[in-house]
């Protein structure tokens, strides 16, 4: 099947969002440029990684005085749901971070997650092959890059409370804490 790629450069909304509720959800990336909507689903830990990342980047470019990286006061932040409708075109198994120095833009690739089928192990493929999996290709600026950064830690927060003892997350009804001896926390 020929690889399908979804470029934005400078969309009107890049966020992550869930679907769901806690416990229950579906974490996705997705892209808005004018009625062209693209949404990737992804691992709850994908999404806390990229944004980590994404903030250690910010502050290294910062550090070196790239303009626009600085961290300013953020407005309060997009509050929106995921537009709609959210239909997911893969699930991102690869996450790519970068800096194009000549546009002086954020560039984050998330590439389609495929599994060999003998070994069940992922499958990389070439840039420029035209058959491989798909690719959500987006630059952003890097104020645009920090109000991500801000949203996906909000997202990540709105998730269950973890368990005092295990960290663990809770359940509404409680759980079964390892360090308790398997007895109920509520």
Known sequence: MPRRRFLFDTPDRFAAGTVGEPGNRTFFLQ????????SVSLEKVQVAALAQRLDDLLDELERRGIEGSAEVPLPPGDPEPLDEPVNEVFRAGTLTLG???ADDLVLIE????????????EVEADEDDEEGPD?????ITALAAREFVARA????AAGRLPCPLCGQPLDPQGHLCPRRNGHFLN
């Open 99 to 101: 800096w194009d120095t």
């Open 31 to 38: 892209a808005r440029d004018g009625s062209r909507i693209v």
């Open 110 to 121: 998330a590439s389609e997650l495929v599994e060999d089928d003998e070994d069940d192990e």
């Open 135 to 139: 690719v959500l290709r987006v630059r």
């Open 153 to 156: 830690v909000r997202v990540l």
